[in-house]
């Protein structure tokens, strides 16, 4: 018995693509998954977190949040600080 799964019905809120390689990438990437005991689909979201890091995008919400996060940290006013003023010599 022959069962089929798609993507959406192991992942309901995933987005699908098709991509064509040629033989030898395919090939290529087949390997690198075999090697690294990875999944096609692993290999792919490495190579699109990465290619979304290389252009400074967020990658997830998690990311988007810490970026968020370290934006609204540099932006926040800090009081200043009261400067001391040197003490006063007294002439004798």
């Given at each position: 018995?022959?069962?089929?799964?798609?993507?959406?019905?192991?992942?309901?809120?995933?987005?699908?693509?098709?991509?064509?390689?040629?033989?030898?990438?395919?090939?290529?990437?087949?390997?690198?998954?075999?090697?690294?005991?990875?999944?096609?689909?692993?290999?792919?979201?490495?190579?699109?977190?990465?290619?979304?890091?290389?252009?400074?995008?967020?990658?997830?919400?998690?990311d988007a949040f810490r970026r968020s996060a370290a934006v609204?940290?540099?932006?926040?006013?800090?009081?200043?600080?009261?400067?001391?003023?040197?003490?006063?010599r007294r002439v004798r």
């Open positions: 018995m022959v069962v089929t799964v798609l993507m959406s019905q192991l992942m309901p809120d995933t987005k699908g693509k098709r991509v064509a390689f040629d033989i030898e990438t395919w090939q290529a990437l087949d390997q690198l998954a075999r090697s690294r005991m990875m999944t096609f689909q692993e290999l792919a979201d490495e190579a699109f977190r990465d290619l979304m890091k290389k252009h400074g995008l967020p990658y997830d919400t998690r609204a940290r540099k932006a926040k006013p800090t009081t200043p600080t009261a400067k001391k003023k040197p003490a006063k």
